[in-house]
């Protein structure tokens, strides 16, 4: 669904390795869309003092101290959601009923915040529009 390209950027032939990269993969005739949205990332910028990326959308880390990982999960998270056609829901469930069960089995479940007080929980998932669709008919409340 998503290719992540990441480069040494402090390696003299970085560039370099960047066009072979790309005419490997154009090579492999993969979706276009594969390669229009790949992630490009450029690794150990801690080794260079104010590195600011110069190419557009690439994305600046140190794996080593962990700069710029968290902004590189939410690229890979939205690129993800966007390719495969899913979203992010948090949904108000009545614990008593079967509505997490059935979310665990045609979702991923990412978080549950149960309300004790009221028997209900806060339900984060991933759920494609076919499945939500499934749900609003199963459980129109």
């Given amino acids: 669904d998503l290719i992540v390209h990441v480069r040494d950027i ?14 490997v993969l154009r090579n492999l005739n993969l979706p276009s869309h594969l390669l229009d949205s790949m992630v490009e990332v450029h690794n150990k910028v801690d080794l260079i003092e104010r ?10 880390i140190s794996a080593l101290h962990g700069h710029g990982l968290e902004e590189l999960k939410q ?3 939205k690129k993800l959601l966007t390719a495969t056609g899913k ?18 089995k045609e979702a991923t479940v990412q978080e ?3 309300m004790p007080e009221d028997g209900t929980a806060r339900v984060k998932v991933i759920i494609g529009s076919s499945a939500f ?7 129109p409340n």
Avoid: C, D, M
Avoid at 10 to 23: D, R, Y
């Fill in 51 to 60: 590195y600011k990326p110069t190419e557009e959308n690439a994305l600046a």
């Fill in 10 to 23: 402090t390696h003299p032939e970085t560039i370099l390795q960047k066009a072979t990269v790309l005419s």
């Fill in 133 to 139: 669709g499934r749900y609003k008919n199963l459980f």
């Fill in 87 to 104: 979203k992010v829901l948090t949904v108000n469930i009545n614990l008593e009923g079967p509505q997490l069960s059935w979310l665990y």
């Fill in 75 to 77: 690229e890979i998270e």
């Fill in 112 to 114: 549950v915040e149960v």
